[in-house]
């Protein structure tokens, strides 16, 4: 009879020690979407947000990584996001355009004069706010990521003045906001989804396309392009975002780490894009790619006409208060 009790009490035991280590052994596993490889920005914004939920959680969240579109395009990516297939993601603000509109105010041209501007912008009450507009649209904005200054590449001819950017068909984003800027410079706006673009310019579908330094280095376009133009003609924000049915049971405590490694994420995507500034061009010239400057006096002059239509969508003041930020 002793021995039946010591045999419960002891089964009783074990059965608690199990339920208390069930949390680690069950750890939660949280799936993040992203176009590029692992060796690109985001890929690197990626592996902090991981490393700091993995870290802060004690194991208890994990991320599993799905880079390269493996989950979709980045319209399709959100769309996951909005229905809880996917927990979390990093985009570019061309496809949150379609989602929070407001977002399509940091893509007018020549807005931001270089990345300390653009930084300040984002980190201060005007980027704040515009991460607030998110859950009404169903999804929840953890931080602010980036992808730096946009340029042109292309296989016909380099691109010094606007003239010369007149009649290439070049691959955009699905952002209206870049595309009106293009099409006023006379350039054959195309826009097509990430996956699709290597294709089309091996089979000359399209001359070119416009991206950062950051893509293009990590999407190894110069094996693609002959010519790249450092136009600088967008800056390229980046958001972390999540599923409101991942972040919505959280925790006050769990939801407080994955903001914090949303804000990792933006940093290390920020040394990324710094790194690469330095180190990039050099790297595609001596992966054969020509690069040159080009007059962007010019380029501000020729797309100074399209203002008028930002300043209808977005309004002035907001447009203006961006432009004057010191």
């Known amino acids: 009879m002793r021995n039946n009790k010591l045999t419960k009490w002891l089964l009783a035991l074990s059965a608690a020690g199990m339920l ?45 990584q799905f880079p390269n579109s493996a989950l979709g395009g980045e319209r399709e990516v959100i769309e996951g996001l909005q229905l809880g297939t996917i927990d979390v993601a990093i985009v570019s603000t061309g496809a949150t355009l379609n989602f ?88 054959l706006a195309t826009p097509m989804a990430w996956p699709e673009v290597a294709t089309a310019l091996q089979q000359g579908t399209i001359d070119g396309q416009e991206n950062p330094l950051s893509v293009i280095v990590s999407a190894k376009l110069p094996q693609l392009q002959k010519y790249l133009s450092l136009t600088a003609h967008v800056y390229g924000p980046a958001l972390v975002l999540m599923s409101p049915s991942a972040y919505g049971g959280m925790s006050d405590g769990d939801k407080a780490l994955f903001k914090k490694a949303g804000h990792e994420a933006a940093v290390a995507m920020r ?40 300043y209808k969508q977005f309004g002035k003041e907001l447009v203006e208060s961006i432009r004057n930020t010191q």
């Open 271 to 310: 040394k990324y894009v710094d790194d690469i500034e330095q180190s990039g061009i050099e790297e595609v010239k001596k992966e054969g790619m020509q690069v040159n400057k080009v007059d962007h006096a010019a380029f501000v002059k020729a797309v100074e006409p399209v203002y008028p239509q930002y």
């Open 20 to 64: 208390a280590a069930g949390p680690a052994l069950g750890a939660t596993k949280l799936k993040m979407a992203y176009a590029l490889s692992t060796s690109s920005h985001y890929g690197a914004g990626a592996k902090a947000f991981a490393e700091t939920v993995q870290n802060g959680s004690k194991g208890e969240y994990t991320i599993e």
């Open 100 to 187: 929070v509109p407001e977002t399509g105010v940091f893509d007018i041209p020549f807005l931001f004069r270089d990345l300390a501007h653009a930084r300040k912008v984002l980190d201060g009450p005007i980027g704040q706010k515009m991460l607030e507009a998110f859950p009404k649209r169903g999804l929840i904005a953890l931080a602010w990521g980036e992808q730096g200054f946009r340029h042109l590449t292309n296989n016909v001819r380099p691109v010094v003045t606007p003239e010369d950017a007149k009649g290439l068909k070049i691959r955009t984003t699905e952002n209206p906001i870049h595309i009106a800027a293009f099409r006023q410079l006379g350039v």
